[in-house]
């Protein structure tokens, strides 16, 4: 029989429980404050200012369905503005031109654009890898911006499409700057969720695991392609809804919404938040759109120049990005290291930290150990582990 405790000493994991549960409370202190005054800011800030945080959260959408495979894939794609000028443009020509105004209609079309397109370009791209399919999604995103501009008949040409008003749900809202800004953030975080899911869910970690070590993962018998497929294809949804979300908040559309200038103002997000977060491009857009609108206040020419200084800032200073950075300092702060003190956060290069690498090398052996009866893919995979220890 074990000797009881006596009544007066508490067993060593009841007193720390008390030590655990504050330092939880106090690591996720700074998404309840975001998310509070994300919640509040139509209370007492000025309409443009509402207008500025609709932007932010829409660009902040986007950037994490470049990261899905820019972080997670490490597909470096350079044609992202064009998936989200796809479904803007065709919001706009089926409400001016077709005169379809039901946003139950309107918006899935325009998303089911989005992913077809992805489909093509990911059909044609994925063919190659690293510098050879930025190289091809660059030709693609600059083919979608010659065609919306030499196309005027159907969309403006370099006028663009106005005259589209906030969505039509069907029934008795009236939107104006403050009931979109909560519509957009409702879109935006039930997204965000899926996404979050998508990342941690197998699929996530074998696409990790692809990016990190594409041999062995064709050994254990991945379908590597067509798994990046899937993710190219899950990034242009949700490039989608980032572009219907915009159109309805510009209210109009134009070619410079399509080109290049986008395409490289995401990818900057993405670096300057983190690559591989998720988060991080939230923290980019906010960023970089922040700094946009108080630079332009002022100047309007030079803004990109002191963008320019912030990117070698950030990459100097931040090299995981602002994201990582912030989340290992606060976790010093609190005193709440988890996975040997890694932050967890992934580098440029797109190296896993602490949780992420051990569950995706848990799912690779997995994979191995049902792939035992395999002779000849377990000597793959023994060749593949000798050459690299």
């Known amino acids: 029989m074990s000797a009881k405790r006596p009544s007066g000493v508490s067993s060593p994991a009841r007193r720390a429980l008390p030590t655990r549960l504050g330092s939880r409370v106090a690591y996720f202190t700074p998404a309840a404050i975001i998310l509070v005054f994300l919640l509040t800011l139509p209370l007492f800030l000025r309409t443009d200012y509402v207008s500025l945080f609709t932007k932010i959260i829409i660009?902040?959408?986007?950037?994490?369905?470049?990261?899905?495979?820019?972080?997670?894939?490490?597909?470096?794609?350079?044609?992202?503005?064009?998936?989200?000028g796809v479904a803007a443009y065709t919001v706009a020509i089926l409400v001016v031109k077709v005169g379809i105004t039901s946003f139950w209609i309107v918006a899935p079309c325009a998303v089911g654009v989005a992913v077809i397109t992805a489909a093509l370009f990911g059909v044609l791209g994925l063919r190659s890898k690293e510098i050879y399919f930025m190289l091809i999604t660059f030709a693609f995103g600059q083919l979608i911006y010659v065609a919306v501009y030499t196309t005027s008949k159907y969309t403006g040409g370099s006028n663009g499409l106005t005259g589209i008003s906030y969505p039509d749900l069907g029934f008795a809202v009236h939107f104006n700057e403050r009931s979109y800004y909560y519509f957009t953030l409702v879109a935006v975080v039930i997204a965000a969720?899926?996404?979050?899911?998508?990342?941690?869910?197998?699929?996530?970690?074998?696409l990790m695991g692809i990016r990190d070590n594409e041999i062995r993962a064709k050994s254990l018998?991945?379908?590597?392609?067509?798994?990046?497929?899937?993710?190219?294809?899950?990034?242009?949804?949700?490039?989608?809804?980032?572009?219907?979300?915009?159109?309805?908040?510009?209210?109009?559309?134009?070619?410079?919404?399509?080109?290049?200038?986008?395409?490289?103002?995401?990818?900057?997000?993405?670096?300057?938040?983190?690559?591989?977060?998720?988060?991080?491009?939230?923290?980019?857009?906010?960023?970089?759109?922040?700094?946009?609108?108080?630079?332009?206040?002022?100047?309007?020419?030079?803004?990109?120049?002191?963008?320019?200084?912030?990117f070698i800032a950030a990459v100097f200073l931040a090299k995981d990005g602002i994201y990582p950075r912030f989340t290992k300092w606060w976790k010093r702060v609190c005193r709440y290291e988890t996975n040997g003190g890694n932050g967890g956060?992934?580098?440029?290069?797109?190296?896993?930290?602490?949780?992420?690498?051990?569950?995706?090398?848990?799912?690779?052996?997995?994979a191995s150990r049902n792939d035992a009866g395999n002779g000849e893919r377990d000597e793959a995979t023994s060749e593949v582990t000798s050459s690299d220890g």
């Open 345 to 366: 956060g992934q580098d440029m290069r797109g190296k896993p930290g602490g949780d992420t690498y051990q569950r995706v090398a848990t799912l690779f052996r997995g």
């Open 59 to 84: 660009f902040a959408l986007l950037a994490m369905s470049l990261d899905l495979v820019f972080g997670y894939s490490g597909l470096w794609c350079f044609g992202q503005a064009g998936l989200f």
């Open 221 to 310: 018998g991945y379908n590597t392609w067509a798994r990046r497929f899937i993710a190219f294809i899950l990034s242009g949804f949700f490039a989608g809804v980032a572009g219907v979300l915009y159109v309805y908040y510009r209210n109009n559309i134009a070619p410079s919404d399509v080109g290049l200038d986008y395409s490289g103002l995401v990818i900057m997000m993405v670096i300057i938040g983190g690559v591989g977060t998720l988060w991080g491009g939230v923290v980019g857009s906010a960023a970089i759109l922040f700094l946009q609108y108080f630079v332009s206040l002022y100047t309007t020419q030079r803004w990109p120049l002191i963008l320019g200084c912030l």
């Open 193 to 206: 969720i899926l996404l979050y899911k998508i990342i941690k869910s197998p699929f996530g970690y074998s």
